[in-house]
Nanobody, 119 residues
Framework: QVQVVESGGDLVQPGGSLRLSCVVS????????MNWHRQAPGKQRGLVAG???????EYADFGRGRFAISRDSGENTGHLQMNDLKPGDTAVYCC?????????????WGQGTQVTVSS
């Protein structure tokens, strides 16, 4: 069984920073890609950033230059560093892990962590 657990969400003032973490727990699960998505009230969930096993990051336009995604080498752990946060970044941030258990492709979502940007 694969478990994805996010942490690090908090209430922060505009201009502040947060570092979100994602831990993927499962025996024999090889994570190929780790992505962060977010969903604000009344809006559709959308991609924030993603990173592959080879370490190539991609970002949504709103996060480029402010957000940085990373993965711990050899570990099923990833992070999303968010700087210069704006009220529009308020949302539930979810981690999505894609990989394999044996020959089977597997993807799994976490429950999410709340980020609130407000003065």
């Amino acid at each position: 069984q694969v478990q994805v657990v996010e942490s690090g969400g908090d209430l922060v003032q505009p201009g502040g920073s947060l570092r979100l973490s994602c831990v993927v727990s499962a025996s024999r699960f090889r994570v190929y890609a780790m992505n962060w998505h977010r969903q604000a009230p009344g809006k559709q969930r959308g991609l924030v950033a993603g990173i592959t096993t080879h370490g190539y990051p991609e970002y949504a336009d709103f996060g480029r230059g402010r957000f940085a995604i990373s993965r711990d080498s050899g570990e099923n752990t990833g992070h999303l560093q968010m700087n210069d946060l704006k009220p529009g970044d308020t949302a539930v941030y979810c981690c999505h892990a894609e990989g394999k258990i044996g020959d089977a492709m597997v993807d799994c979502w976490g429950q999410g962590t709340q980020v609130t940007v407000s003065s």
